[in-house]
């Protein structure tokens, strides 16, 4: 059983910039929590070999990166793209995504309102209403009208939201037409990759449910929505060729709002390579059309349907 990590998922961002003891602890949480996961181990002497770095400097990593930028932290030994990326997230604002979702905590609301022209209260509108999980569906939403029906916004913040949104992951501007260059939920630095197929996708969500529905994948407490700190989220690290992902059940509000905290799959990629790519996809069981009670990934229902229409039977 995995605790959740409220020192990690409850802290206000720093005051100060972040201590090089206190970012090597966050990286050896990481290493601990992806070998306790059944993780790659590689991967977790990884972040293990970077916190060690870091310990052991004299320079702290805040004044390596506010003099030399994300280019001198991947210089530091141990310290690729990767890994100098969560560093750049750690000093600037002090949370992590990654060490929260490996946590079992999913704040979409919070990427949301990161957005400018976003606050809080509306994020949280958005996720709820809309049913939106990603920047991706957020989007697309703000394209295809429904943003701009949702009460109190306005041609204005729409504009503004789109321009945002195309500023930071220079996304095709149609909803559907997206191009390589796609930001992820958090990940707003990165790419997401769209050499990442449906059948992939479709395949760890298979492997995924599969091994929930057998206990053959350890469970985390996450903080949120679990008073009783019940260690019930199944967690899966996998590997395509190349890619590294992570595979949980969605614990959002719209999930258990809607009771399908065991339906709705959240799949990372969680790329350790010197392209340093993420991304985020949700798969759920479709409710409507010719896809109806097939699995599918939102927001690629096209390529799902010729999945399906071509798969052998």
């Given at each position: 059983?995995?605790?959740?990590?409220?020192?990690?998922?409850?802290?206000?961002?720093?005051?100060?910039?972040?201590?090089?003891?206190?970012?090597?602890?966050?990286?050896?949480?990481?290493?601990?929590?992806?070998?306790?996961?059944?993780?790659?181990?590689?991967?977790?002497?990884?972040?293990?070999?970077?916190?060690?770095?870091?310990?052991?400097?004299?320079?702290?990593?805040?004044?390596?990166?506010?003099?030399?930028?994300?280019?001198?932290?991947?210089?530091?030994?141990?310290?690729?793209?990767t890994i100098s990326r969560a560093l750049q997230q750690m000093i600037r604002g002090g949370r992590w995504p990654l060490l929260e979702r490996l946590s079992g905590n999913?704040?979409?609301?919070?990427?949301?309102?990161?957005?400018?022209?976003?606050?809080?209260?509306?994020?949280?509108?958005?996720?709820?209403?809309?049913?939106?999980?990603?920047?991706?569906?957020?989007?697309?939403?703000?394209?295809?009208?429904?943003?701009?029906?949702?009460?109190?916004?306005?041609?204005?913040?729409?504009?503004?939201?789109?321009?945002?949104?195309?500023?930071?992951?220079?996304?095709?501007?149609?909803?559907?037409?997206?191009?390589?260059?796609?930001?992820?939920?958090?990940?707003?630095?990165?790419?997401?990759?769209?050499?990442?197929?449906?059948?992939?996708?479709?395949?760890?969500?298979?492997?995924?449910?599969?091994?929930?529905?057998?206990?053959?994948?350890?469970?985390?407490?996450?903080?949120?929505?679990?008073?009783?700190?019940?260690?019930?989220?199944?967690?899966?690290?996998?590997?395509?060729?190349?890619?590294?992902?992570?595979?949980?059940?969605?614990?959002?509000?719209?999930?258990?709002?809607?009771?399908?905290?065991?339906?709705?799959?959240?799949?990372?990629?969680?790329?350790?390579?010197?392209?340093?790519?993420?991304?985020?996809?949700?798969?759920?069981?479709?409710?409507?059309?010719?896809l109806r009670g097939h699995r599918i990934v939102r927001g690629r229902e096209r390529e799902c349907?010729?999945?399906?229409?071509?798969?052998?039977?």
């Amino acid at each position: 059983m995995i605790r959740p990590m409220e020192s990690e998922t409850s802290k206000p961002r720093y005051s100060r910039p972040p201590s090089n003891l206190e970012l090597a602890e966050k990286l050896q949480m990481v290493a601990d929590l992806l070998l306790s996961q059944g993780a790659n181990r590689f991967r977790a002497e990884a972040y293990h070999r970077a916190a060690e770095t870091l310990r052991e400097m004299k320079l702290s990593a805040w004044q390596i990166y506010q003099s030399q930028g994300i280019e001198g932290l991947e210089e530091l030994p141990g310290i690729g793209r990767t890994i100098s990326r969560a560093l750049q997230q750690m000093i600037r604002g002090g949370r992590w995504p990654l060490l929260e979702r490996l946590s079992g905590n999913d704040v979409t609301e919070q990427a949301f309102a990161s957005v400018p022209n976003i606050g809080s209260k509306l994020a949280q509108r958005i996720h709820n209403e809309l049913g939106i999980e990603t920047l991706v569906e957020l989007q697309a939403a703000a394209w295809d009208g429904r943003l701009q029906r949702m009460p109190g916004i306005g041609e204005k913040r729409v504009r503004a939201v789109r321009e945002s949104l195309a500023a930071r992951g220079r996304f095709a501007h149609s909803p559907g037409g997206f191009g390589e260059n796609q930001s992820p939920l958090f990940e707003d630095h990165n790419d997401l990759t769209s050499d990442i197929s449906v059948a992939e996708l479709l395949d760890i969500d298979d492997e995924y449910r599969f091994k929930a529905a057998h206990s053959a994948l350890p469970r985390v407490a996450p903080r949120r929505f679990n008073p009783a700190a019940e260690a019930w989220l199944p967690i899966l690290h996998t590997e395509r060729g190349e890619w590294h992902y992570t595979a949980l059940f969605s614990n959002t509000e719209h999930a258990h709002a809607m009771g399908t905290t065991h339906d709705w799959v959240v799949i990372y990629l969680e790329d350790h390579n010197k392209r340093g790519q993420h991304g985020r996809w949700t798969v759920i069981t479709s409710q409507f059309g010719k896809l109806r009670g097939h699995r599918i990934v939102r927001g690629r229902e096209r390529e799902c349907a010729e999945y399906y229409e071509n798969r052998p039977v």
